[in-house]
């Protein structure tokens, strides 16, 4: 029997999908956040989610 292909199982799965509508301004930040931090738009997203999650810890 051949081995299984494809990706290895995550412990931690993307798998909630979100559509969401932005403005053109909006867009072109995301952008250039992502670029300066070397990181998918995702990545900043995420990053901002915490940011803002941790404020309110305060």
Same mark, same amino acid.
């Given at each position: 029997?051949?081995?299984?292909?494809?990706?290895?199982?995550?412990?931690?799965?993307?798998?909630?999908?979100?559509?969401?509508?932005?403005?053109?301004?909006?867009?072109?930040?995301? #952008?250039?956040?992502?670029?300066?931090?070397?990181?998918?738009?995702?990545?900043?997203?995420?990053?901002?989610? #915490?940011?803002?999650?941790?404020?309110?810890?305060?």
């Amino acid at each position: 029997m051949s081995p299984r292909t494809g990706r290895p199982p995550t412990a931690n799965p993307k798998n909630v999908k979100m559509n969401i509508r932005i403005t053109e301004e909006t867009a072109k930040d995301l #952008q250039e956040c992502a670029d300066k931090l070397n990181i998918s738009r995702i990545g900043v997203i995420e990053k901002g989610i #915490q940011l803002v999650k941790a404020e309110l810890k305060k």
